[in-house]
């Protein structure tokens, strides 16, 4: 039971190290990414209870089995609701917060609250499937999480220093962001890995490859340009 927990909690850990450490200007005081941290459990319950009503929802209008009904509960009820309760409470704990003084910020409270989220739901898993899903889910999902988080951040970081710069209209913009693109990229996730053709686990491994990269390095970019607000 100790193996498996630690196969769950080590990976979302790693990847919050790496993050607080590429805080060049001012790292965040501990207490703060560690509520940071118990929200994003939090939220987890909060999409798992949306996810279930609009599953319901969908089971009425089509087949389970469906592509189509696939597609529509990735893109419109898990991607939504997991980035979107994950948006929530890191707007409501960070966004008047008097840490919160670089644009860099947004990306590691960001990527806390994902990691947070990510923690519980693996913990969830492992313990119901095994070591064989930690090590499925440490190389794809909690990483997936993080990267989610990333792209959440960095918007979430330009909306701040626009909103405080006097530009509310491209503060909201990129409010709306935070949560759009993070939403697409977890409905991609989520709709290509539920494809059971096996041709797509190429596509699926490509996607993510893709997705790290990137989140890779819009957090090294973000860091070096990082500048107080």
């Not at 607080?20 to 940071?36: C, F, I, K, Q, T």
């Not at 499925?136 to 999480?145: F, S």
């Not at 990129?174 to 759009?180: G, I, N």
């Amino acid at each position: 039971m100790l193996l498996l927990i630690l196969a769950a909690v080590l990976p979302a850990a790693y990847l919050m190290w790496k993050v607080y450490r590429s805080d060049r200007l001012e790292r965040e005081p501990p207490r703060m990414l560690l509520g940071l941290v118990l929200l994003g459990m939090i939220s987890t319950a909060l999409a798992g209870t949306a996810e279930q009503l609009g599953d319901r929802i969908l089971s009425y209008v089509l087949d389970d089995s469906s592509v189509a009904r696939n597609a529509l509960f990735f893109f419109l009820v898990v991607g939504p609701a997991e980035e979107g309760f994950k948006y929530a409470v890191l707007r409501w704990r960070t966004w008047r917060h008097p840490e919160f003084d670089c644009q860099y910020d947004g990306v590691v409270y960001a990527v806390f609250v994902s990691l947070g989220f990510a923690l519980w739901e693996n913990i969830g898993y492992v313990l119901m499937f095994g070591m064989q899903t930690a090590l499925a889910r440490a190389l794809t999902a909690v990483p997936g999480h993080a990267c989610f988080g990333v792209f959440m951040g960095v918007w979430y970081g330009v909306a701040k220093r626009w909103e405080l710069y006097g530009y509310p209209d491209r503060a909201k913009t990129a409010r709306w962001l935070c949560v759009v693109i993070p939403a697409l990229l977890h409905g991609c996730y989520d709709f290509i890995a539920s494809l059971s053709a096996g041709g797509y686990a190429l596509v699926f491994l490509a996607f993510v490859i893709a997705m790290f990269i990137v989140a890779l390095r819009l957090v090294k970019r973000a860091a070096r340009r990082d500048d107080y607000i």
